[in-house]
């Protein structure tokens, strides 16, 4: 006689990596401590990012030049307003995680996630509207 085997999902362990990023059945504070990793990993790759382009300044004015012509594209520009996300969140959710982790605020948690991710949205929305129209 064959041996079969269950199909059911508890048969199967989830893919880690899969699991982290689905949202459903989350509470807030593990959603927000997803979004810190992910601006974490993308503000490492940033400075890598930062690093190879501010080598072009390297080669003396005409580097300067090609380096201003890359600062004003609109794909650079897209990728600060992304940087300025990341930065923002980033430094706002570390607020809240320091103020919990002193145990200051550990009974208001999410509205604490809520008023300091509410402040950064607006820094964020005024830092795009200025990037854009400089």
Sequence with gaps: MPDIQPTTDKARPKSSLKAW???????????????????????TLYLFLHLVV?????????????FV???????????????????????????????????????????LFYGLVGIALILFVVGAVLIYTK
């Design 21 to 43: 990023f689905h949202p459903r059945g989350r509470s807030i504070s593990t959603i927000a401590f997803a979004l810190n990793r992910l601006t974490a990993i993308g503000l």
């Design 54 to 66: 501010l080598s072009q300044l390297l080669r003396g004015p005409e580097g300067w030049n090609s």
């Design 69 to 111: 012509s890359i600062a004003k594209s609109p794909i650079f520009l897209t990728l600060d307003v992304i940087l300025l996300f990341g930065v923002v969140y980033h430094m706002f959710n570390g607020i809240r995680v320091a103020l919990v982790g002193m145990g200051v605020a550990n009974q208001r948690q999410k509205g």
